[in-house]
């Protein structure tokens, strides 16, 4: 009699579907969790960079050496996509630890030409998405690092 009851419950298979997918929701949501960071990320360095050319494209109209106004406005560009700041941030967690940016100027022979370039870097710390599972799995804090140069156009 168990036997058959056993065997029965052996060749049933009705709910493999629902074990099946109960044993793989886990790793399916892991990968979507971490396809969806990486994206965010690439989303911010995106953001970044756009702020650093525009400051960049700013930055090499300016005549050097750049004055103090010149550098305010280069970075109110870089970190609010606005002259003046008025925008809010364009790339997130400026006002975070960590957050630095700096502009750099030096001149580069070019065959028989000097040429000032400009180089902006910055130096965010990445938001993720999902802060508390990477505060759960006590992973360490990440950075988004971008720079662009631009030559000089001042005359």
Known sequence: MTHILLNRLWTNRRGNAAVEMALLMPILMVMFAGITEIGYAFYQASALERGLRAGATYASRVELPMSADAKTIT???????????????????????????????????????????????AQVPFSPLTSQLWDLLDLPAQFIEVSHEQASLAL
């Open 75 to 121: 970075e109110n560009l870089v970190k609010s996509a606005s002259m003046d700041g008025a925008l809010g941030v364009s790339a997130s967690n400026w006002e975070a630890d960590g957050a630095t940016f700096t502009i750099t100027v030096t001149d580069r022979d070019v065959g028989s030409v000097t040429v000032s370039v400009i180089k902006l870097e």
